[in-house]
C-alpha cells in the first residue's frame, strides 16, 4: 500500500502543500504566497490562475523537498479559504473575473437592497443558518454577476461555475471533468438550504444566481475524482477530503462530539462548535452551519467569523510600522504598563459575529499621555481575544452548554501573551496541539479515514499543552466590559449585547 497523504491547505495569504505518514504525523511542507490585490475602497481580490499555478508548483516543490518517491502519494485532500468566490466560465475554463475575497465588503449595497424586504434577513437566516452579509459568498457572486461584462446571460444560460475555491480546484485538478463541492463549503455560501440539504431556489432567485450554476454538493470524504497535477504524477491519485479551512480545523483538532469548541487563529479567525446532527438556530449573533457530511451523516456547527484577528498584526507591523516582525509582539505586551487601559476595535472592513454591523469602523481609545508603543501593540493582541471570548460566551448561551475547554490552531497560538490572555478572558484552559496545519491536518485525515489509509485512533495521537486561566473573575469582567464599551462606541446600528 502507498506510503504518503497529501493534503492541499489553499489559504488566504498562501498554498501549502503538505505530506503525511501513515500514522498521520506530517513529515513536510512547502508554501507559496499569492498576491493581495486591494484597492483604495479596501476590497480585497486574489487571481485564481496564480492560486491554481501556485498549488502545481506547491506540490512539486514538497515532493523534491522531501525526497520521496512521488508515486508513493496515495490520496489528497483540500481545505480552502472559505466565503471567497469564484466566478468562472465553464466552457473556457477561465475566470470571468478575480476571486473576491472573504473579507471583501463589495456585495454590502446587494444586501442592503436586499434587506428593504423585511421579511428576506430572517428567510434567508431560517433556511441558510446565516445572517444576511456580504461577508459569505452570495452577495460576492452576485456582484460579479451584475458587473461583470456578459457574466448574467452566461449565468442565464447555466454556463458558469459559481462557488467557492475548493470547486475551482477540484474542477482545475480534475482539468473540468469535476464541478462539486462539499456541504461545509456549501454551508457557506448564503445558498445552501441547511435544513433540506440543498441549493435554495428561493435565495438563488434573490441573489441572481442560476442554480445550474453551483457544483454539485458531495460528502466531506466523497469522491472528487483523480488528479495528476498537470501531468507531474504518473498515475493520477483520487481526491476524496474536502473542507472548508475551520471545519477542517474543528475535524483535525478532534473535535466530533456534541459541545467541543475550536478556534482558528489566522487572517481572521473562526470560533466553531459541534453541535450534533441537530441544527441549533440562535438570534445572538453567531450562526449555524454544517461542519461536515462524512459517510452521509450531517453535522452541525454554531460558528461566529471575526474579520481581523492576525491581520491586526500585520496592520500593526505593516502600515503602522510598531513592530518589524510578529514574534516581537510577546515581549512588547509583557512589558506594557499594567494600568493602561487602551483599546482596540479592528472594524477595518466592519464587525462580524456577533455584532454584523459592516458600517462599522475601527477605533483606539483609552489612550493617555503614557501610552506608547507598548501599550499599542498589546492592545492589539488583547482586541484578538476579546472578540473570541464575544462569540464563545454567545455560544454558550445559545447551545445551553458549559464549555469545559477551547481547543485553538494557528500561527499566532505561538505567542504565549495572547494564550494567557485568552484563557484569563475565558476563564476556561486553551490547548494548543503539538502539530500545527490543522486545517490541512483535517482534510488530509477525512481523505485517508476514506482511502481506509487511517482509522479514527488518528485522532488520539496528538499531544496538547494547556493555559491556564490566572486572572481574578473581578479583573476579568471589568477589563471585558471596558472591551464592550469600546465597540458600543464604533456601532452604527443596533447589534447583539
Known amino acids: 500500500m502507498k506510503r504518503y497523504v497529501l493534503g492541499i491547505d489553499q489559504s488566504t495569504q498562501g498554498t501549502k502543500a503538505l505530506l503525511f505518514d501513515r500514522e498521520g504525523a506530517l513529515l513536510c511542507r512547502t508554501d507559496l504566497p499569492h498576491e493581495q490585490i486591494i484597492d483604495e475602497r479596501g476590497w480585497v481580490e486574489h487571481n485564481p490562475d496564480e492560486i491554481y499555478k501556485n498549488t502545481i508548483q506547491a506540490v512539486k516543490n514538497l515532493v523534491e523537498k522531501a525526497g520521496i518517491d512521488k508515486e508513493e502519494i496515495a490520496v489528497l485532500g483540500i481545505s480552502n479559504q472559505r466565503e471567497t468566490a469564484m466566478v468562472w466560465d465553464r466552457k473556457t475554463g477561465l475566470p470571468v473575473y478575480n476571486a473576491v475575497v472573504w473579507q471583501c465588503a463589495r456585495g454590502e449595497k446587494i444586501c442592503e437592497r436586499l434587506a428593504q424586504d423585511p421579511a428576506v434577513p430572517e428567510m434567508v437566516r431560517q433556511r441558510t443558518g446565516l445572517q444576511l452579509s456580504p461577508y459569505f459568498s452570495a452577495a460576492k457572486i452576485a456582484w460579479v454577476l451584475e458587473n461583470v461584462e456578459g457574466a448574467r446571460e452566461k449565468n442565464e444560460a447555466g454556463t458558469l461555475g459559481c462557488g467557492t475555491m475548493d470547486s475551482w480546484l477540484v474542477y482545475k485538478l480534475t482539468k473540468g471533468e469535476r464541478f462539486q ?22 435565495i438563488c432567485r434573490l441573489f441572481g444566481v442560476n442554480p445550474d450554476c453551483l457544483a454539485q454538493v458531495t460528502d466531506s470524504d466523497g469522491d472528487f475524482g483523480v488528479t495528476d497535477f498537470e501531468g507531474f504524477l504518473d498515475t493520477p491519485i483520487p481526491i476524496c477530503g474536502v473542507l472548508g479551512d475551520s471545519h477542517g480545523a474543528l475535524f483535525g483538532q478532534g473535535c466530533l462530539e456534541k459541545g467541543m469548541i475550536k478556534t482558528t487563529y489566522g487572517t481572521g479567525s473562526s470560533i466553531m462548535m459541534n453541535i450534533g446532527d441537530t441544527p441549533v438556530f440562535s438570534d445572538l449573533g453567531v450562526v449555524t452551519s454544517l461542519a461536515w457530511s462524512m459517510g452521509g451523516k450531517v453535522n452541525y456547527v454554531l460558528e461566529g467569523n471575526i474579520n481581523y484577528t492576525g491581520a491586526v498584526i500585520t496592520w500593526l507591523q505593516k502600515d503602522l510600522k510598531l513592530i518589524e516582525s510578529a514574534g516581537e509582539t510577546e515581549s512588547l505586551a509583557k512589558s506594557a504598563n499594567p494600568a493602561d487601559k487602551t483599546y482596540l476595535v479592528p472594524a477595518f472592513t466592519g464587525l462580524g459575529a456577533p455584532y454584523w454591523d459592516s458600517n462599522a469602523t475601527a477605533v483606539i481609545c483609552g489612550i493617555t499621555r503614557t501610552t506608547g508603543q507598548a501599550e499599542v501593540v498589546r492592545a492589539g493582541l488583547d482586541c484578538i481575544a476579546y472578540q473570541i471570548t464575544d462569540i464563545v460566551r454567545a455560544m454558550s448561551q445559545a447551545s445551553g452548554i458549559p464549555i469545559a475547554e477551547l481547543r485553538v490552531d494557528g500561527g499566532p497560538t505561538r505567542n504565549g501573551y495572547l ?35 487511517y482509522d479514527k485512533e488518528i485522532f488520539g495521537r496528538m499531544k496538547r499543552r494547556a493555559y491556564q486561566p490566572e486572572m481574578e473573575a473581578a479583573v476579568r469582567e471589568e477589563k471585558y466590559a471596558g472591551w464592550k464599551k469600546a465597540v458600543g462606541m464604533v456601532l452604527t446600528k443596533s447589534a447583539a449585547e
Open 419 to 453: 494564550m494567557q490572555f485568552q484563557s484569563d478572558m475565558l476563564g476556561i484552559p486553551v490547548q494548543i496541539p503539538d502539530a500545527e496545519e490543522l486545517s490541512g491536518i483535517g482534510a488530509a485525515y477525512a481523505a485517508g479515514l476514506s482511502a481506509g489509509i
Open 181 to 202: 463541492t462539499d456541504y461545509s463549503n456549501a454551508s457557506r455560501t448564503q445558498l445552501f438550504n441547511i435544513r433540506t440539504l440543498s441549493w435554495d431556489p428561493d
